[in-house]
């Protein structure tokens, strides 16, 4: 099972997480390439952070929102934001990065989700890089219009799930700000983890069991207790015999 963060996350030169902390814990990293966060520099301190510590690289481009860290859904045409992103994935590569998947951020992740427009754009731009390295770079995401631009684009698509943010019953993500969103409690976390990797289920805040065969669980690496809750994650499985491995 992989174990992924969202890592890399400087505002004006500040990390929003512990990323030395997360590397010891996680097999993937998913890099912020300056849409939402990040610069160059925190590009290749990530880069070179994840690679001493044996951790997949994953870019994760956004919006190009750094005022609202990426969380803002924004009009733009396909072809521009294919442009975008494509211009963050070469900004992660600039900076040292072997780019073995790609999950887009925030907005655009649940954008790419949910139409198809957005997907296929994102889809396109992977696709653009993938040619350029000669060899097919996979998507990470949650479902939906998504996986079936992966497809169309020749891209392997793998699901993730969220061991920090709270499910409704359709499987989509609580709303940012709505009563559980986020969960912060490392040994919930923990129980979670165990869940989805043994059973392929998480119970959403209404209490529907939701099935969800995730490859990827991703804890954010700037929530609350972060680490905490990573650790306790890496416990719970390395203890339940669950090899924790990148698959790209």
């Known amino acids: 099972m992989d174990l992924n963060a969202d890592l ?3 505002v004006d030169g500040v990390p929003t997480a512990d990323d030395t902390a997360m590397f010891a814990l996680v097999s993937s990293a998913s890099i912020a390439c300056g849409g939402h966060a990040g610069d160059a520099s925190s590009m290749r301190t990530a880069v070179a952070g994840a690679t001493a510590a044996r ?15 990426g969380r803002v859904r924004v009009a733009v045409e396909p072809d521009l934001l294919r442009a975008q992103v494509l211009g963050q994935l070469h900004a992660l590569a600039a900076a040292g990065a072997d780019v073995r998947y790609v999950k887009p951020h925030g907005a655009l992740y649940h954008a790419a989700s949910e139409d198809a427009a957005t997907a296929r754009a994102v889809a396109a ?3 653009d890089l993938s040619v ?4 097919a770079v996979p998507l990470l995401g949650l479902g939906g219009a998504i996986v079936s631009a992966a497809s169309d684009a020749g891209l392997p698509f793998h699901l993730e799930a969220f061991l920090d943010r709270g499910y409704l019953a359709d499987g989509s993500l609580v709303p940012r700000g709505a009563p559980g969103a986020l969960l912060d409690d490392p040994d919930v976390v923990a129980e979670r983890a165990l869940r989805l990797a043994t ?3 998480v119970v959403a805040v209404s209490g529907e069991v939701v099935r969800s065969e995730a490859a990827s669980l991703c804890v954010h690496g700037d929530s609350p207790g972060a680490v905490a809750m990573a650790r306790a994650v890496r416990s719970a ?9 990148s698959p790209w």
């Open 8 to 10: 890399g996350e400087t």
């Open 199 to 201: 059973q392929g289920e």
């Open 55 to 69: 951790v997949a690289v994953g870019a994760h481009p956004s919006y190009l929102d750094r005022a609202g860290f």
């Open 125 to 127: 731009a992977v696709a």
């Open 237 to 245: 499985l390395d203890a339940a015999g669950i090899v924790v491995r």
């Open 132 to 135: 350029q390295l000669g060899r």
